[in-house]
């Protein structure tokens, strides 16, 4: 399913009642099965434009439109949090259940539907455990298995593994990607973090700070699987530095205005 962003502004209202404007004329569009990674400053608005995009907050202007038919029973999308957002009352397997109880599958197809996404996200042996038994990087693929568990066209990650200490996000990307080798999902995936999307993604689209617009698309020209050792490929290097150049002439007017 391919995701087109066209032209969405978005301002809230703050509680004093004035306007704060998140993200302004942003264009994009995410090929089917395309990995994106959406990449910007804190507070530039890209939690805003993915839940615009997964339908949970409507655009002040502009529209998104999800082109691709979808079978009956599929979900459009699917979010994946930073900050696990697991039901602490529930065990991992009724986590994993949970959209395909609101989906209206019978006890017999959820649990099967459970137990294929606890073997895909390596989660064997722990179905029983509730959140607080496990680690961030068990959490977070109890977070991935219940997103993919109801078969979305396209899955929405917001910053996944930041919580996560480097060696175990590490890890969690390259298990992400071989888990989107398998499904290949359309997935837009949400970072401050350079390298991360560099590693992760086909292409990054580089948001200014608020309110977020598109500095730049950069393409990523490194092959598939990504390995750790492509770390240190030139072109993961010319990439990086173009993205941290960008990022950092948008750093330098930050300050500026700070010190006006
Ligand atoms: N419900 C809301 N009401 C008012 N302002 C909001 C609301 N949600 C977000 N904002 C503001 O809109 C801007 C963009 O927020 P958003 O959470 O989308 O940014 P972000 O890029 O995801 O930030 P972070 O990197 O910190 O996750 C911020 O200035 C934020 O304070
Ligand atoms: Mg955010």
Known sequence: MRVVVDRVSKTYTDRLGHGVAALDDVSLAVGSEEFLALLGPSGCGKSTLLNIVAGLTAPSAGGVYLEGGLAPGR???????????????????????????????GAAARAARAR????????????????????????????????????PAVLLMDEPFS??????????????????ERTRK????????????????DRVVVLSRRPGRVL???????????????LGAPAF????????????????????????
């Open 186 to 201: 359309t997935i837009v995936y949400v970072t401050h973090n350079i390298q991360e999307a560099v590693f992760m993604a």
């Open 216 to 230: 730049a698309t950069i393409p990523i020209a490194l092959g598939r699987p990504r390995t750790e050792a492509m």
């Open 75 to 105: 979900a459009a999308t699917a979010m994946v949090f930073q900050e696990f957002a697991l039901f602490p009352w529930r065990t991992v397997q009724a986590n994993i259940e949970f959209g395909l109880e609101e989906a209206g599958l």
């Open 237 to 260: 290097a010319a990439a990086a530095d173009r993205i941290w150049s960008l990022i950092r002439s948008q750093a330098q007017a930050a300050l500026r205005e700070g010190m006006a």
């Open 116 to 151: 294929e996404h606890v073997q895909l996200t390596g989660l064997a042996g722990f179905e029983g455990k509730y959140p607080h038994q496990l680690s961030g990087g068990m959490r977070q693929r109890v977070g991935i298995a219940r997103a993919l568990a109801v078969d």
């Open 163 to 180: 919580a996560l200490d480097a060696q175990t996000r590490q890890l969690m990307q390259e298990e992400l990607l071989a888990i989107w």
